[in-house]
Every structure is written in C-alpha cells, then in structure tokens.
C-alpha cells in the first residue's frame, strides 16, 4: 500500500505554519538583540541600515532553525560500538618497522650515497630461521649453517657491502628468497 499525500493547499498551510513557527521568535531575538546593540553602539550604521541587518539576521537565524528542524526528523541516533582489540590493531601499512624496511630497500637499490642498512635485516632473518626451523646457530655453527643456507644467500651473507654503490635487484632478490627458503 502506498501513502497518499495531503492535498496541496493542505501541506502549504502546514509549510507556511511551520516556518511561521521557526520564524517569528528569531525575528523577536533578532530585533531585541540588535536594539541593544545599536543603542550601546555596537551597530556603527544609521537606524534604517541596522534594522536591515537585524531583519535580515533574524530571517537567517529563523530559516536555519526550520531547515535544520525539517531535515533533523530523518535523522537516525548513531551508536557506537567498541572494537575488539584485533581489529583495532593498526594495518601492516603503518608498521613503522615494515616502513622503516621499504624506505631502506628503496635507499639500498635507487641512492648511491647511503650505507647499506638491508644487509644486517637479512643476516638477522637468516640466523633467526636457521635457529627455529633447523637449530643451528649462524654465528658458532657456521659449517652447519653453510650447508643449508642457498648459495646465493651464502655468497650475499659472506660478502657484507662496504660501500656506498647501489645494490642489485637482483642479489636482493635472491638473498631474500634464500631467507625465506630456510
């Protein structure tokens, strides 16, 4: 079933009733408020140009309040909900540490005048892979982590950057596939 509207003059009556409503008391505030401030002085213009901005500043003051009561009964109460804890965690994308890893990465492949800052990252990863998936300590069993590290991430690990150059991609690259391969 679908809802007939009033008939026209009907709803005419009720706008103009409506407005009336919202109108009169700004206008009533308008005027009081602007003779007192003409009469302290405070309105610097002749009588009839105050009066007009006070008329004026009254219609203003009404209409806003119709508006925003006439649109207000469409309005819905927001509630709002707390998040659980994991969906309030920060993305990866403001991870300063994963930000810290792009800008080095991008500094290690694109500049030639900063140090190499990826080459220990990489080292740690591989020591810290080597100790939990196969027990083997980097640094006081390097025989054994020889033979299961890839000889690409054995050669870049073995060969620690001393300069300033710009790294190859492709060296990178296959370092971090040795590290994730552990």
Same mark, same amino acid.
């Given at each position: 079933?679908?809802?007939?509207? &009033? =008939?026209? =003059? ?14 009169? &008391?700004?206008?009533?505030?308008? $005027? ?7 009469? %302290?002085?405070?309105?610097?213009? @002749? #009588? =009839? ?5 006070? $008329?004026?500043?009254?219609? $203003?003051?009404?209409?806003?309040? #119709?508006?925003?009561?006439?649109? @207000? ?6 509630? #709002?909900?707390?998040? *659980? ?36 990252? %990489?080292? +740690?990863?591989?020591? +810290? ?12 069993? *390097? ?7 890839? &000889? ?7 060969? =620690? ?17 040795? $590290? +994730?391969?552990?």
């Amino acid at each position: 079933m679908t809802r007939s509207l &009033p =008939p026209l =003059p009907h709803r005419q009556h009720a706008l103009a009733t409506d407005l009336r409503r919202h109108l009169v &008391p700004a206008l009533v505030i308008a $005027v009081l408020l602007g003779g007192l401030l003409f009469f %302290i002085g405070a309105l610097p213009y @002749a #009588w =009839p140009l105050a009066l007009l901005v006070v $008329v004026l500043a009254g219609l $203003v003051g009404g209409l806003l309040t #119709w508006g925003l009561s006439t649109t @207000a009964r469409d309005v819905e109460q927001a509630y #709002w909900v707390s998040t *659980p804890r994991q969906e309030a965690a920060p993305p990866d994308a403001m991870d300063y540490r994963l930000l810290r890893l792009r800008r080095d990465l991008r500094d290690a492949l694109e500049r030639d005048d900063r140090t190499d800052e990826i080459y220990p990252v %990489i080292r +740690e990863l591989a020591a +810290e892979r080597l100790l939990a998936h196969h027990d083997v300590d980097l640094e006081t069993q *390097p025989e054994q982590a020889r033979a299961l590290l890839d &000889p690409h991430l054995l050669a870049y690990l073995e060969h =620690p950057p001393t300069d300033t150059r710009r790294r190859s991609r492709s060296a990178l690259h296959t370092a971090i596939e040795g $590290v +994730e391969k552990l």
